[in-house]
């Protein structure tokens, strides 16, 4: 119970926040959306530059780490897939967009500070290994399936695929925070201790901006219809994804205990804003992603605890 009210309720309590100002009326969604434009585009890619560009990325870029949480994370795209598509019926973009918010785990907003909370900040190191990947790796998986699905028998050339993808990808500014963190990184370029001073106080905006944003983003959402597919997603990303990550972290990678606690608190977290993101870029089950990443938001309150409770 304390690892529920020490290190889960202050997270949601500021998503909280958001949320109930939104509702109240108090702010605009034209004012929490320009938050949440400030966190993603700017505070968000800072932080990642930051800790990109000062990370041992010899000792934490493990593919034991890798291969644990990515595994699990295409395991769920795949099992939500096949459950949309051959169980629920849905068409193709669909199934790929439900896919994609199963898989798409929120590993910044909700994944880092609640390992921060828990295990302390020098225990984010593993974390900020995975999210290097995260935004580009399945950006790119979930944006070469749809298109192959939506030009399915149109002759779309590998070319035309390509250049679509990596234009989706690099308009990403986390992706470019995380381009110029790994530039600095292999450099080997000693920055100033003030410019360091400056991105870290920046930097330290990005998480409690983010998830007051999150909250009143989350306000504009409404859980309605498409319960089956919504129930199935929320199940899969809240334990079918983090219960592959969590055996193959202890039985066949053998993972550190802070590896194995980064990669499973990731994978256990609700999809990010991303999730419904994506969907909307498509008009694919808009309204499937948009009440998955609400209604698991609020259930990552109670499973997220369950998980703290099994890690070691």
Same mark, same amino acid.
């Given at each position: /119970?304390?690892?529920?009210?020490?290190?889960?309720?202050?997270?949601?309590?500021?998503?909280?926040?958001?949320? #109930?100002?939104?509702?109240?009326?108090?702010?605009?969604?034209?004012?929490?959306?320009?938050?949440?434009?400030?966190?993603?585009? &700017?505070?968000?890619?800072?932080?990642?530059?930051?800790?990109?560009?000062?990370?041992?990325?010899?000792?934490?870029?493990?593919?034991?780490?890798?291969?644990?949480?990515?595994?699990?994370?295409?395991? !769920?795209?795949?099992?939500?897939?096949?459950?949309?598509?051959?169980?629920?019926?849905?068409?193709?973009?669909? +199934?790929?967009?439900?896919?994609?918010?199963? /898989?798409? %785990?929120? !590993?910044?907003?909700?994944?880092?500070?609640?390992?921060?909370?828990?295990? #302390? +900040?020098?225990?984010?190191?593993?974390?900020?290994?995975?999210? %290097?990947?995260?935004?580009?790796?399945?950006?790119?998986? #979930? &944006?070469?399936? /749809?298109?192959?699905?939506?030009?399915? #028998?149109?002759?779309? !050339?590998?070319?035309?695929?390509?250049?679509?993808?990596?234009?989706?990808?690099?308009?990403?500014?986390?992706?470019?925070?995380?381009?110029?963190?790994?530039?600095?990184?292999?450099?080997?370029?000693?920055?100033?201790?003030?410019?360091?001073?400056?991105?870290?106080?920046?930097?330290?905006?990005?998480?409690?901006?983010?998830?007051?944003?999150?909250?009143?983003?989350?306000?504009?959402?409404?859980?309605?219809?498409?319960?089956?597919?919504?129930?199935?997603?929320?199940?899969?990303?809240?334990?079918?994804?983090?219960?592959?990550?969590?055996?193959?972290?202890?039985?066949?990678?053998?993972?550190?205990?802070?590896?194995?606690?980064?990669?499973?608190?990731?994978?256990?977290?609700?999809?990010?804003?991303?999730?419904?993101?994506?969907?909307?870029?498509?008009? +694919?089950?808009?309204?499937?992603?948009?009440?998955?990443?609400?209604?698991?938001?609020?259930?990552?309150?109670?499973?997220?605890?369950?998980?703290?409770? &099994?890690?070691?």
């Amino acid at each position: /119970m304390n690892a529920l009210l020490d290190v889960i309720l202050p997270v949601f309590l500021l998503i909280g926040f958001g949320y #109930g100002l939104s509702h109240l009326k108090w702010v605009s969604f034209e004012m929490t959306d320009a938050v949440m434009r400030f966190a993603q585009g &700017i505070a968000i890619p800072v932080l990642l530059f930051g800790s990109i560009a000062r990370l041992d990325l010899q000792q934490n870029f493990d593919m034991g780490l890798f291969a644990s949480f990515y595994i699990g994370a295409f395991a !769920s795209f795949t099992l939500a897939y096949l459950g949309a598509f051959y169980l629920l019926k849905r068409p193709q973009t669909d +199934a790929v967009a439900i896919g994609f918010a199963c /898989m798409f %785990s929120n !590993s910044l907003l909700l994944g880092l500070p609640i390992t921060e909370r828990a295990y #302390g +900040a020098g225990a984010l190191a593993a974390n900020y290994a995975i999210v %290097s990947l995260h935004a580009p790796l399945l950006y790119a998986i #979930g &944006i070469t399936l /749809m298109e192959l699905v939506r030009h399915k #028998g149109q002759g779309l !050339s590998a070319l035309a695929l390509a250049n679509q993808v990596a234009h989706a990808i690099l308009r990403q500014p986390m992706v470019f925070g995380l381009l110029l963190g790994f530039a600095l990184n292999f450099s080997q370029i000693s920055m100033p201790t003030f410019f360091w001073s400056a991105v870290d106080m920046l930097a330290r905006a990005a998480i409690p901006a983010a998830l007051f944003g999150l909250g009143g983003v989350l306000y504009q959402y409404r859980p309605e219809g498409d319960m089956k597919a919504i129930a199935m997603a929320v199940f899969i990303t809240l334990i079918i994804h983090p219960a592959i990550t969590y055996g193959l972290g202890t039985n066949v990678f053998r993972l550190t205990t802070e590896q194995l606690r980064s990669a499973v608190v990731t994978a256990a977290m609700a999809p990010g804003v991303n999730a419904y993101l994506f969907s909307n870029m498509y008009g +694919a089950a808009r309204r499937v992603a948009a009440s998955t990443v609400l209604l698991a938001t609020a259930a990552t309150i109670f499973t997220a605890w369950g998980w703290l409770q &099994i890690l070691p």
